[in-house]
């Protein structure tokens, strides 16, 4: 079993900064990929960023230049940097664990491939 825990958001102005984070904890592999997910109200849960455990990064075409993810593997966490924030990026942030959909080809934003989630947290972003 993995656990994670997001923390970071918040409500900001568009053009603004957020970093989240994502705490794993339990039975962490050695060699692990992790991903952010949102979901706004009334849409699909989709993939906005992806770490492989061989540190390639994958990124939703949306936020490509504005957001930016890492991977501290000595502390399992994994981060989310937001910047120039837009109205368009409020939702519910996710992060997920798990190497199947990277090493499937389904892809690493396929969500049926994540066994394990955080909870969520809100980001809102007014224009």
């Known amino acids: 079993q993995v656990q994670l825990a997001e923390s970071g958001g918040d409500s900001v102005q568009a053009g603004g900064s957020l970093r989240l984070s994502c705490a794993a904890s339990?039975?962490?592999?050695?060699?692990?990929?992790m991903a952010w997910f949102r979901q706004a109200p009334g849409k699909e849960r989709e993939g906005v960023a992806g770490v492989h455990a061989n540190g390639r990064t994958a990124y939703a075409d949306s936020v490509k230049g504005r957001f930016t993810i890492s991977k501290d593997n000595a502390k399992n966490t994994l981060s989310l940097q937001m910047n120039d924030l837009k109205p368009e990026d409020t939702a519910v942030y996710y992060c997920?664990?798990?190497?199947?959909?990277?090493?499937?080809?389904?892809?690493?934003?396929?969500?049926?491939?994540?066994?394990?989630w955080g909870q969520g947290t809100q980001v809102t972003v007014s224009s």
């Open positions: 339990g039975y962490i592999s050695n060699w692990y990929c």
């Open positions: 997920a664990y798990g190497c199947r959909g990277w090493n499937a080809g389904t892809g690493w934003n396929a969500n049926f491939e994540y066994d394990y």
